[in-house]
């Protein structure tokens, strides 16, 4: 929608301006009145739902979808809930062994969406003596964070603000570092506005000996990319879209060839479906891809977890906790993930005594 604000003398004056700049299917969507200097003001702020006309001929929204997809979105989502608020009766699990009943009532409880219950029921009839992480195992991959399983040139940290992208980019470098000491590592901050995060990343690429670059555009974008190919691995750190961009697009605009590149997306798993959703629609994109999971000490329950790799189809990459840069990220792996569900665990070291806690609940030692 591109919204304006047209300020004049009098109402009727504002009216004609927004008539005669955005024509009679303008949405009036906020007026005021105020004075200053002693003279009156009258403001009137307008709306307009923008079509184009793509390469295909197909008629567009200024984001990118077709016209009318938010609204045929919106009344699939009330059909899709309408779908599994009736098939949860017939969910039947006196047909699931006692183990498998607990676990899948126990992930209930800590918010999977009904679309991963009734696929984990699904497939637990199929499997009647496989236990809940070889079927959950299906539904939510995991990939740790390391040079061996993801080898790509260049990756991408993306992510909401405040979701932590940054410093896990940071931590990223100093576990590679950390694993290789000659590894050679460069930082691209595209995320220029921003003074906080680019005088951190500034500070720590100095101090680990890590170059650091700045890319506010395309063409220093490029210079940037041409200076660096010669080390091993680049961060590139990506400023937070706001809604209707999608990440896609800002690397198509930034010039960013993604045939050697991996998308590192940071999320918080307390955000609400919706949000987590649209979080995802925003940050994906059609390469390589992992899912950081951050801020897991300020989390209540993990079950969002599944909820995310089940829709997006992306493992589980790292986990990260703590304020501190150093000794607060796990590259994830599936006994790391299946503690912190099924026993709010978090990553770290810890009592070799529990580590053996969660089969109890899904009958298969991690």
Known sequence: M?????????????????????????????????????????????????????????????????????????????????????????????????????????????GVSDAVAVELYRRLLANPNSSV??????????????????????QIMAGPFGSGKTTTGLRFALLLRRADQACRIAFINADCLRGNGRMILRHWAELSNLIYLEAPDSDAMARALKSTSHVDYVFVDTPGLSSGRTLEAWLGEMGLDTQDSATQITMAPFCDPLQTQEFLRRYKTCGPGGIVWTKLDEAASFGNIVNVANESCLPV??????????????????????????????????????????????????
């Not at 105020?34 to 001929?57: C, D, M, P, W």
């Not at 299906?138 to 061996?148: C, E, I, L, T, Y």
């Not at 994830?332 to 569900?341: C, D, F, K, N, Y």
Request: aromatic share 8%; net charge positive.
């Open 133 to 154: 992480l070889e079927c959950l195992s299906g539904m939510a991959p995991v990939k740790a964070f390391n040079a061996v399983n993801w080898p790509q040139h260049i």
């Open 2 to 110: 591109q919204v304006k604000t047209f300020t004049g003398s009098t109402s009727q004056e504002v009216l004609a301006m927004v008539k005669a700049e955005m024509g009679p299917d303008a949405v009036i969507l906020g007026n005021r009145t105020y004075r200053k200097n002693g003279e009156v003001f009258h403001e009137i702020t307008a709306g307009l739902e923008r079509e184009e006309q793509g390469a295909s001929g197909s008629i567009a929204s200024a984001s990118g979808m077709p016209s009318g997809f938010s609204e045929w979105h919106r009344d699939w989502m009330k059909i899709k809930d309408q779908l599994f608020a009736l098939m949860k009766p017939a969910i039947q699990l006196e047909r699931l062994t006692p183990r498998q009943r607990i676990a899948l009532e126990y992930l209930q409880r800590e």
């Open 317 to 366: 990459s790292a986990l990260s906790y703590g304020p501190e840069l150093k000794e607060s990220l796990e590259p994830a792996t599936e006994p790391l993930v299946w503690r912190l569900i099924f026993k709010r665990q978090l990553p770290g070291p810890g009592p070799e005594a529990t580590r053996n806690q969660v089969k109890s609940v899904t009958g298969r030692t991690v």
